[in-house]
């Protein structure tokens, strides 16, 4: 049979059950597996049996999960964890430790950036932060000796620059390191990074893949792609034996396939335990079979959000990719034609305190933290997703403090312009 298009994999792909079998995915509601004999469980340890026997390494539903999740992104392999941040530190984690750097996109996620930045840094990480924009000279010099993988997003939260997958991944592989991709707001059916060489995408299930505030997760994908044993010295992780357990050298028994996800999990959720649970991964499941339907819809929606928008008086700019002679609109077309998500940033004139006056008006879309959901949501970043960050960090990741982050949901549009031009208009 040939390849499955990806909206037939958003419904039958991770699962497929047998004769008799149930027809959802099962919920796995158990810490532990029984066995009959030590020796079969000790197979399981030495990692030469496939199996499970704790639920804070590895559960049969958050494996089904992970596996639909890997057949949409293209990968070969992928873990879920207990939320998007946890994902973005394994992905770090995973092959970087003290004393080593990594180049970032500067225009990420304020919690990211954050963890980046002064959590892991106090783990003995480095990090360098480089402009999305910034030359092909600048981008060069950010790279060190011991420099280990370059990290972004593939639209930015909440600044929405699309980066350049392309260019980051060429610069990335001329040093000899891999380009992960935060693919939270493209998600897989908008922008597959795997096929314009990234080499690890993460995400917040959290955000579109659940699509509901039903259940905080997160997800790694690997390409199975990029050639650690090429270089071994960069990745002893990967292609030395690991005596933490029984000495397995993960690029010799798993592959180029399978090594990162397995030295993750055997490795990071062993020790951190950062497992999504088997009840969160069900959820994750029912709204990834409509991820291709509601995708559509948000993309549309916040197109036509956007068009509103940018002709509004009261309105002084408007963010969104999708708009033709948006900075990005380029870059959009080759990298999300399908649509460019439901995110749309704009700023009120009269600035900070405009824009705090405008979200208490607002009637239909609620002021809250979350994002990228069926219900449309408001947020002012500057006061709280990015309140830790200074005015010049702010700058930097593309956050100016009269930004206002509109996640447009999949309500009739018609009702959420209206909601827009009332509370609007009470600024005047």
Request: charge should be negative; include cysteine.
């Amino acid at each position: 049979m040939k390849e499955l298009n990806i909206e037939t994999k958003c419904i039958q792909a991770g699962y497929v059950p047998g004769n008799g079998e149930p027809r959802q995915i099962p919920i796995i509601q158990s810490t532990t597996f029984k066995y009959d004999t030590s020796e079969d469980m000790g197979k399981l340890f030495d990692l030469e049996a496939s199996g499970y026997f704790y639920t804070r390494l590895q559960n049969p539903t958050n494996d089904f999960v992970a596996s639909k999740i890997a057949a949409l992104e293209g990968g070969t392999a992928a873990m879920l964890t207990s939320s998007g941040q946890a994902a973005n530190f394994y992905s770090i984690f995973n092959i970087a430790s003290c004393g080593d750097h990594i180049v970032c996109a500067s225009a990420v996620y304020g919690g990211t950036f954050n963890l980046f930045s002064v959590t892991m840094k106090r783990m003995g990480i480095e990090f360098t932060f480089v402009s999305p924009y910034c030359s092909d000279e600048e981008l060069e010099q950010a790279f060190k000796p011991n420099t280990k993988a370059v990290f972004g997003e593939t639209i930015a939260n909440p600044a929405l620059i699309v980066l350049d997958i392309e260019r980051f991944a060429k610069a990335a592989h001329n040093h000899g390191v891999p380009l992960i991709i935060d693919n939270t707001f493209a998600t897989p059916f908008l922008c597959r990074p795997f096929e314009f060489g990234a080499d690890i995408v993460t995400h917040s299930t959290t955000k579109y893949m659940d699509g509901h505030g039903s259940g905080v997760g997160g997800c790694i994908v690997d390409s199975g792609k990029f050639d650690w044993n090429k270089y071994a010295d960069k990745f002893p992780g990967l292609t030395t034996p690991d005596e933490s357990y029984h000495g397995v050298t993960y690029t010799e028994r798993f592959g180029l396939e399978g090594a990162f996800i397995t030295k993750a999990t055997a490795q990071l959720m062993r020790d951190f335990g950062s497992i999504q649970s088997p009840q969160n991964a069900y959820l994750l499941n029912l709204g990834l079979e409509s991820l291709h339907v509601r995708m559509e819809r948000h993309s549309e929606n916040a197109l036509k959000i956007a068009t509103f928008l940018s002709n509004h008086p009261l309105v002084s700019w408007v963010k969104y990719s999708g708009l033709k002679g948006d900075k990005d609109y380029d870059l959009a077309m080759k990298y999300l034609p399908k649509g460019q998500c439901g995110v749309v940033s704009f700023g009120v004139k009269g600035g900070r305190k405009a824009a705090e006056a405008f979200m208490k008006q607002l009637k239909l879309a609620s002021v809250e933290t979350h994002v990228a959901d069926a219900k449309t949501c408001c947020l002012h970043p500057a006061s709280a997703t990015h309140r830790q960050m200074s005015d010049d960090e702010l700058v930097a990741a593309g956050v100016s403090p009269d930004l206002i982050r509109l996640s447009v949901g999949i309500e009739n549009v018609d009702d959420l312009i209206c909601d827009l031009d009332q509370a609007l208009n009470t600024l005047k």
